[in-house]
């Protein structure tokens, strides 16, 4: 047991070494591109003008449609549909239920705290907040009349990874199979996490995922998995789980966008790319959850672009 934890300590030490090595290189970019600047733009071409954020989100709104992994938008059309959130109280479940409920749908949130995050805003009057665990709950009964399921549930860090991100996953995609819901959206995460070595570290986090994904592309509806990279926004920093506050996120966000970046990070190993690549806003990630639960996008959507362009859809 003793050499078993032994063992588990020294990889988590290496992938905390290699992230930490990861966060000095960031700060090197950040430092370079802010010292460096004039310098660098008389010999690169200056960015275009989409690589800024809002200009960017706007031009993903008309490209929504060239992402291969996602289906085409579908046309518009009024959103009045029966949408239930498991996980609604959290910090990307509850933008969730705020960008549906903004869309026109009616929405239920099932948790396990049974009711909106703390500084909610009137949006919350408009949601039906359900407390129950969805491993332990009778789920079909809470999930009856519902047309759309989105799973935002998820864990890292725990002794229970693999069951708080696959078998909840699981459990959710059986009982919206069974009271004959339409759409099935997964919050997940990009596979690069995986690629990158967490596993050997959080080996629970990545199995969980694997198996949460695994369950969603074979309901028999219409299932949407979400793969975003690091997700970003709210006013505050935290370490579990890794979170960075929305005016530091969007800063990051433009950096990584960079044109010179984009190209460093796509001949990069798969720790080094997932560290470059461009973090995903939670607006983002939610809108394209609602908007997949509303019948306008559905398929695979990774990564940074994919996910901002089914959310403008």
Known sequence: MAMQLSSRSCKQQRFHTARHCISLLLVALTVVSS????????????????STTPVRRQLFAVAASTFALGRLPLPSKAASANVAVLGGSGFVGSRICENLVNRGAAVTSISRSGGPPPGAGPWAQRVTWLQGDVLTADLPKLLQGTEAVVSAIGAIGSADDERLNGATAEVAVAAAAQVGAQKFVLVSATPLVAEAGAGAAFPGYVKGKQRAEAATKAFVGTPTVLQPTFIYGGQEFSATPPRVAEWYGE???????????????????????????????????AGAAAAAALGKVSGV??????IAAAAAA
């Open 251 to 285: 800063k990051i966000e433009d950096l990584l966008g960079n044109p010179v970046i984009r190209a460093a990070a796509s001949i990069s190993p798969a720790p080094l790319k997932l560290a470059l690549l461009p973090p995903n806003s939670v607006q983002d990630v």
């Open 301 to 306: 959507f990774s990564g940074h672009d994919a």
């Open 35 to 50: 010292r460096f600047g004039h310098s660098i733009a008389a010999s690169v071409p200056r960015p275009p003008a989409w």
